[in-house]
């Protein structure tokens, strides 16, 4: 039993920190295709 604690305390950290560094990505991701869209729905008003 105290292997599987000893494995579980090593593997927490790095799982936290790609999840964190992951959750990051997606909502940077996110934001930069809503600013996507907004600049599309600009461009054919500007030109017109």
């Known amino acids: ?4 604690t000893d494995v579980l305390s ?3 950290p790095p799982v936290v920190v790609g ?3 992951i959750f990051g990505v997606v909502k ?3 934001s930069e295709a809503l600013g ?3 600049n599309r729905e600009d ?4 030109q017109n």
């Open 19 to 21: 999840g964190a560094f």
């Open 36 to 38: 996507g869209r907004r």
């Open 43 to 46: 461009q054919p008003e500007s």
């Open 28 to 30: 940077l991701v996110r």
């Open 10 to 12: 090593a593997l927490i």
């Open 1 to 4: 039993m105290e292997a599987l």
